[in-house]
């Protein structure tokens, strides 16, 4: 299902992307004449839109607030379709920047795909992603253990050789004497699957144990109160580059094992992806467990 809201959000995590201490060096080479360029995100069969960092490999971190001299295409190669993408400047909290370079074209489950930045001076770096295939919508079963004991619920991934991401997503409003403010709080459930046989996988979700970890995390004074106003399940699979080792897709610049690339010539890594937003619900069909369909993100 396309999700045009999906677009909102991928914004938002890369704009999330803000680069710590950026007054500090960085040195992962000492010459430029052989990484171009540092290019890091996804490329997801289910999105709207298609958002990628890509800046210039350079021995600082901080970059100056413009956009740099440089050409990003995207092509689609087993058609030839090539567009060239546009560039946003963003700004993090830090004061680091960045540019995402972002189009709409379409993006197929088993396709594959070049993106390549080029400067003027024709020195470029590329990336070449394949998505995964089409899987079905993930089922959810809502399950009481027994008398006093907290709801859990059980997750079914079926037709995935690659599970890149499962996320519990919280929406919640923040209240307090004289606060209140809006919240998303996320929690990977990725590494606590159970491979049932091939490309099956089942996962026990544990609202209690979120609520509790969201309670930790905003240190809020007792009289405190987390108001929960939507919650769901984002589940991705990942194409045949995707790299077991990343521990999240929220942020692939941190979630990379040390030196890991899969860019000519360049720095950072991209993989594809599909993914699918569920609502946290359990849905039956003649009795039958089923999935109850997909949603946009909720903000």
């Not at 089942?202 to 144990?209: D, L, T, V």
């Not at 937003?277 to 359990?282: D, G, K, Y």
């Amino acid at each position: 299902m396309k999700r045009q809201q999906l677009c909102l959000l991928f914004a938002a995590l890369f704009v999330g992307m803000g680069l710590i201490g950026c007054e500090q060096s960085f040195e992962p080479i000492k010459q430029n004449d052989q990484y171009i360029f540092s290019i890091y995100g996804y490329l997801d069969a289910s999105a709207d839109t298609q958002w990628v960092r890509v800046t210039p490999a350079r021995e600082q971190l901080d970059m100056p607030p413009e956009i740099p001299e440089m050409q990003v295409t995207l092509e689609h190669l087993e058609s030839g379709e090539t567009v060239v993408m546009n560039d946003s400047l963003f700004s993090s909290d830090n004061g680091a920047n960045y540019v995402n370079v972002w189009t709409t074209m379409e993006i197929r489950n088993g396709q594959t795909y070049r993106l390549r930045a080029e400067r003027p001076d024709r020195a470029a770096s590329q990336v070449t992603v394949t998505l995964p295939g089409a899987y079905s919508t993930p089922r959810l079963r809502r399950q009481i253990n027994g008398w006093g004991e907290p709801i859990t619920y059980t997750l079914f991934v079926d037709d995935v050789d690659r599970l890149a991401a499962v996320q519990t997503k919280w929406y919640v409003r923040l209240v307090a004497p004289g606060f209140e403010k809006d919240e998303i709080f996320s929690f990977s459930y990725r590494n606590k699957y159970e491979k049932l046989y091939e490309n099956h996988y089942r996962i026990y979700i544990e609202p209690e144990k979120d609520k509790k970890e969201m309670r930790t995390q905003t240190l809020l004074p007792s009289s405190g109160e987390i108001q929960v106003l939507y919650r769901q399940v984002f589940v991705a699979s990942g194409g045949p580059d995707w790299n077991e080792e990343i521990t999240g897709l929220d942020d692939l610049v941190y979630a990379l094992p040390g030196g890991a690339s899969n860019v000519e010539n360049g720095l950072g890594y991209v993989v594809g992806i599909d993914s699918k937003w569920i609502p946290f619900e359990s849905c039956y069909e003649d009795g039958l467990l089923v999935g109850c369909g997909e949603e946009n993100p909720y903000w």
